[in-house]
C-alpha cells in the first residue's frame, strides 16, 4: 500500500518528469496531501522452568511468544487535487497480526565417564507454531469532513490467514577428554504442518569436534598465543515446503450472472506440484580460534561446504498455461561454499585510550551443480542454470558500437548484439566485508565507525532503462551523452534484441555504515535529572557510498529483502541518510 | 555436578523421560491445520462443482474481454484509433504510441489473463461435458474459448504458445502457433460450441458468428457469409458488466474512460484514424468532458456508448453478422451498399453513396465497422487485415507520425508476446530473442 514505486511515489513523478511537466504524476503538494501512517506493536516474551532433581539430571522447559501487530493506513481527503478516484476521498487500510509461539523442552544427564571423560547426554522436544491473520479494506467516494471506510460509497475488503506448526525431537550426546577435546553427535526429527499433502519425517544427523589444542602437552609454546581451537563440525539440514505450497488451490472470483446478480465462481489460483519434496542440505564447516597477546587480539576462521539436493525455489511459469504466475520447484544440487573470517585487535589500550579495530568478511562461491534428469535451464534475465550462481544475470550482450555516421548518435544499426545469451553475473554479492573501529579517548568520549564493503555481484539499473524506455533519460535526449550510454539505451528499447545487458553493472560498493560520537556527561548534569550517569551520542547514518554503478545505490533492491536472487532497482527509494542525537541516563 | 554413577541408568531414566512428550501426542493431530483461505479441487466434486467451475470461467473470459482495469477491447482499442492515453503509465503510452517492449507488465497482464480465460473455458467445457452432458452451458464455454483463441490471433503476433494446465495431470507446454493454427484453434473451438448448441439459439449463433470472423481473417469472405447466414438482424450476446460489484465486474470502457480518466476518445489518431469525434455519428455518441485526463494535460474525451460501469458488451451480434456479409458482396459484386444502407436505416442514418472504386469501398465498410464494432474489440484486427487482407501499408491505416505526447509513433501492429513466455520449456533455444515468430500485420 505504501509502495514508493509507483505513480504515489515521489521519485517516480521526479524522474518521468519533463521540462514541460517538470513532475510527471503528481505534484509535490499534492503527494504530501495523502495521510499515511503505520503503527506497529510487538510484543516478545518467555519463561524457563528448570528441575534438577539430581545433581546430574536436569530438565528444562521454555514457552516463548512473539506477538506482531501492524497497521497501514492512506487516507486522500476529499478534492485535494490529486488525479483520478482517489480525489473522491480514499481510505485504505491493512491490519495483520502474528503470533508466534515456541516450546521447548529437554532432558539433560551429565556425569563422569572416568576421571578425565565427561558425558553429556540431552534429549528434548521442539514446537513452533506460527498464526498470522490480515484483513484490509478499501473504500473510495467518502464525504469531506469524514475519514472511515464505513462512510465510502464504494468498498472492498479481503482477509488472509496463515498458519504452520512445526514440531521436532532431538537426542544429543557429548563427550568431553580432558577438557580439551569435545566429541558430539546429536540426530533430530522434523515433521511439519501440510495442507493436502503430507511430507514424510526427515532426520538430521550432525556430529563435532573442538579441540584446544593448545593446551595439549606436545604443543609448542608460542609466547602470544593464548589459546588456539581447532573445531569440524558435519551435519544434515532440511526446509520442509510451505503448507499448501504442493497442492493446486482455487481463487475464488466474482461473476456477473445472466439476472445481474453477483455470483461466485473459482479458477486456478496456485497451480500447486505434486513433485515437490523437502529440501535438504548437508554442510561441513572447520575452522579454528585463536586469542593472541593476553586477549587484544582474535581470529575466528571458519571453511565451510554446503551442499543442497532439491533446493526450494519459486519459479515464474510461462503466462500461456493460463495458471498461476509462478509455483515451488525443487531444483537438483546445489552448493555454498566459502570462508568466514573475523579479526580484532586492540591497538591502544590505557586507562583514558582505548583503540580496537574488527574485520569481518566472507567469501561465498555460490553454484547451481546440477538441476535434475531432463530439466531445462529455469528463468530468463534471472536464470538457474548447472554450473553457474543460482539465480544469475544473464541477458544477450552488447558487443560493440561504432559510431559509423559519425554523427555522435547511435542508432540500432550501429550496434554489435550478441546473438545468444550470456553469464553477466551472480544477482547476490559473493564477497563482504565490515570494517568497525571504536575509539576512547578522555573525557568520556567514544567514536565509533562502520565501513561495509560488498563485491562481486551485478545490480540491475531498472530505473535508467525505464526512463529510456519512457524516453526521458539523457541517452536519448542529449547527442553529447557518451556512446556508451547511448549503446545501452538504444539496445534496450530500440534495437531488437531490446537487451538489458547495458543496465546490468558491478553493484560493487563500500559504504561508510555509521559514524558514532558518544559524550558522557558531567555528573552534575546527569544529577540534575536525578541520575546517576548521563551521556549524548550523535549518529549518522548511510553516510556515503563508493561505487562505480550509475544507478541510485547498489543496495537497492525494489523486489524487497525476499528476493534472494538479484539485485533491481526500480524508482525506488535508496537508503537515507539520517542522524540521530540520543540522550541516555542511568538511574 | 562431575560426580562418577552407573553409567546406564541416567541415561536410561533421562532419554525414557525426554520421549515421554512427544511420544504420548499423536503428531499428525498436532500438526493439523486447517486454512479457512483456501479451496482445493477436491472441495468441488460433482455437478455443483462444475457449475462453479462455469462461473469463473465466465468470470475469467469477462475479465479479459473487457472488465475492471483492462481486457482485449480497451487496449486494443488504445493499440488501434479508438483511445488515445490520457493517463500516465509508461507501459500504457508504449500501446497507445505503438511501441511496445516485451518486458512490458500492463502487457504481460494482459496476455496472461486471456490465456487464463483459455484455459478455464476449455476446462469448464470438459468438466460439465463430463459431469452436465447436454446442459447448454458447454457450448457457452467453448464459444468463449472460441473467443479467446479469436482474439491471440487478431490481436497477438504470430507465435502465441498455447499451453495447457488440464483439470487432472500437470502443466504442458506448448509451441508457438502460427495466426493460422490460433484461428483453427478458434474454429475448432466454435464448431464444438455449434455441435452443443442444440437447443440455444444464442449459443448457436454466437458460434456462428465467432465462425464467420475466423473465416473473415482467413481471407475467406465467401465462407464468413455463409457462417454468418442463420443469425437474425435484431441478435446480439453481450458480456454482462455491473455497477456495485467488485472491479472485474465493471465495464472496462467506462471505467478507464469516464472513472478513472486515464483513456481518452479519439478523432483521428495518428492521422489515419476514424473521425469518431468529428464525424458527430450516433453510433459513437460522445461529449467533452470540459476538464483532462489523469494526466491533467490531456482533454478527456467521453465516449457515451456505455454509459455506465454495468454497461454489457457486445460480445457478436447480428448486426455484425451482416457486415460481414457485406464485405463477401463486396467482393463477390452483391448487394452491400442495400445491406449497409438497411443497418444505417434501423438507426436513422441516412444512407450511404456508393464512392465507385471497390478500395473506396472498403474504406467505407470498415469506417462502418468502425463505428458499428465500436469498443468491442474489432478495430485492431480489422486495420491489420486491411494491411494484410487489402494491400493497405500500416503507415497509411494505423496511427503514425507525431505522437502527441512527444516522440513519434513506432511500427507494432499486434501485441508481443511477454518476455516471460520464455519460461515455456516448449521453448528452449529461444533464450534471449523474441518469441514472436513474426510481427507482420
Redesign the interface.
Known sequence: MGNDNNSFGMLPSAFFGTSARPWSFQKPAQLFGRTFYQDTQRFTGSGTVTWDPMDWLSFRATGGLDYYNRQDVSFFARDIGVPGTSNLGRKDTDFRNSWQYTLDGSTTASFDLTDGITSRSTVGVQYFENQFAGTNAWGIDIVNGASSIGVAAETFSGEVHIFEKTAGLFVDQQFGINDRLFLTGAIRADDNSAFGQDFDLIYYPKAGLSWIASEESFFPQISFLDQLRIRAAWGRSGLQPGSDDAIRTLSANAITTPDDQTGSGVSIGNIGNSLLEPEKSSEIEAGLDAEFFSGRAALELTYYDKRTDGALITVPLAPSLGASATRWVNIGEVQNAGWEAAITGTFVETNTVSWEIGLSGSINNNELLSLGEGTEPIGTQTRFVPGFPLGGQWDRPIVGHNDADGNGIITPDELTIGDTIEYIGPGMPENQLSISSSLRLPGGIRVTGLLDYRGDYIAYNNTERFRCRFRVCQALIDPETPLAEQARAVASLLHPSQTVWGYMEPGDFWKLREVSARLDLPERFANSFRASRASVTITGRNLATWTDYSGMDPEINSNGSGDNFGISEFLTQPPVRFYTVRFNFSF | ?????N?VL??V???G???L??VA?D??Q???????????????QGAKGAE?????????F??AFSSGGGGQAVYSGMLADEFHLSG???TR??VDRREM???NGTL?GQ??SL??????TKNAAQRLEELLPGDSRIAEMWNLNGYANLFFAEHYCSG??????PNEG??V??KQATTAEMLDAASGSFDAAASASAGDADQAHLAAVGLGRVHQNRGDYAAAAAAVAGVPDDWTYSI???A??????RNAIFEMNH????WSLSDREGGNGVTFRSGADSRVPWKDSGGTG????TPLYLQLKYGSS?ADVVLGSGIEARLIRAEHEIASGGPWLKTLNGLRAGVGLPALADPGTESARIDLLFDERARWLFGTAHRLGDLRRLVRQYGRSQEAVFPAGDFFK??AYGSDVNFPI????????AL?GL????VCLNRAA
Open positions: 555436578m562431575k560426580t562418577t554413577h553409567k541416567p541415561v531414566l533421562a532419554a523421560m525426554g520421549l512428550g512427544p501426542c503428531t499428525d498436532l500438526l493439523e491445520v486447517v486454512d479457512p483461505d483456501l479451496v482445493t479441487p477436491e472441495n468441488l462453479l467451475y462455469w462461473a469463473g470461467a465466465v468470470g475469467l469477462g475479465s500516465t503509465f509508461p503510452n508504449q517492449d516485451d518486458r504481460l496476455y496472461r490465456h487464463r480465460a483459455r484455459v478455464g502465441v504458445p498455447f499451453s495447457d494446465t500437470d502443466i507446454y506448448g454482462r458488466s455491473k456495485g460489484g467488485t472491479f472485474g465486474q472513472t478513472q480518466r486515464r489523469f494526466d491533467e494535460e454495468e512527444g516522440g511477454p518476455f516471460e513466455e520464455h519460461e515455456n520449456e528452449s533464450e534471449g530473442r523474441p
